[in-house]
């Protein structure tokens, strides 16, 4: 049985973590997957936008533990977990998590990793790293604090207690919340609306929207107007001009 199954619904990936029996937990196995079907279909023109879920009781509970058990500081110091971090961080089209029940540990890191977070009514994220005497690894404390601030972010981390749907939707963490049998539905649907847009355009504002959070203001201003003056050299942006004027839904080719 395969731990990531796969469907393409209009231009939308639906990737849905399927390790039920180990609660969903991110293994390297299955990170690898994620990465390297992230990374095939990155100039698949067929593939504009891609949604990340898992079932209705576990998002993801965290990184393997058994696995995790086994690595000394060696094995720790060389593990390939970075690195297929920072591949799934890499992809360039919109990526949106549809969360029903637990996002814990790596789970809650991977919907950190996602530009946009959908959750169902029972969706928790929390980051309980600090009761296994260890902390989050893979982003953790880096990407929560930029997300819902320094004073929720640090009691999240240093309590290790989870926070649920309504309160990560007040924090900034999550878009929107949905009852629990319509969360990837309506992630679908959003990813859809997305997906319908400029390939460039997407990209291109994708990039803008992660450097804010890693750039002074002067910087990520000047690097949205360097963007911003790139896309007009593109088709897309006089087709996208064109179609308003002629009040018809413009076709964009990517290019």
């Not at 690894?137 to 640090?154: H, M, N």
């Not at 910087?219 to 790139?230: D, K, M, P, V």
Request: proline letters at 3%; a neutral charge.
């Amino acid at each position: 049985m395969s731990e990531l199954l796969k469907s393409q619904q209009g231009r939308v990936l639906l990737l849905t973590l399927n390790r039920p029996q180990a609660r969903n937990t991110l293994n390297n196995a299955l990170l690898t997957q994620i990465a390297e079907t992230l990374e095939s279909v990155q100039q698949d023109s067929s593939i504009g936008a891609v949604v990340i879920t898992g079932n209705d009781k576990f998002f993801a509970a965290g990184a393997d533990l058994q696995e995790m058990a086994e690595k000394d500081l060696a094995a720790t110091l060389n593990d390939i977990r970075p690195r297929l971090w920072a591949r799934i961080d890499a992809f360039t089209k919109p990526l949106i998590a549809a969360v029903n029940g637990y996002a814990l540990g790596a789970g809650c890191e991977l919907t950190l990793l996602c530009d946009v977070v959908v959750a169902g009514e029972n969706a928790s994220f929390g980051l309980p790293e600090i009761t296994l005497g260890i902390m989050p690894g893979a982003g953790g404390t880096q990407r929560l604090i930029r997300c819902v601030g320094k004073s929720l972010a640090t009691q999240m981390v240093l309590s290790g207690r989870a926070i649920n749907a309504q309160r990560a939707l007040q924090a900034g963490l999550v878009s929107e919340i949905h009852p629990v049998g319509l969360t990837a539905e309506y992630a679908v649907t959003l990813a859809a609306s997305m997906a319908a847009h400029s390939p460039l355009a997407l990209q291109a504002a994708k990039q803008a929207l992660r450097q804010s959070q890693e750039v002074t203001l002067s910087a990520g201003l000047a690097q949205e107007r360097q963007l911003f003056t790139l896309l007009s050299a593109t088709d897309d942006r006089r087709e996208g001009i064109a179609a308003f004027l002629a009040k018809r839904q413009p076709d964009f080719k990517g290019r």
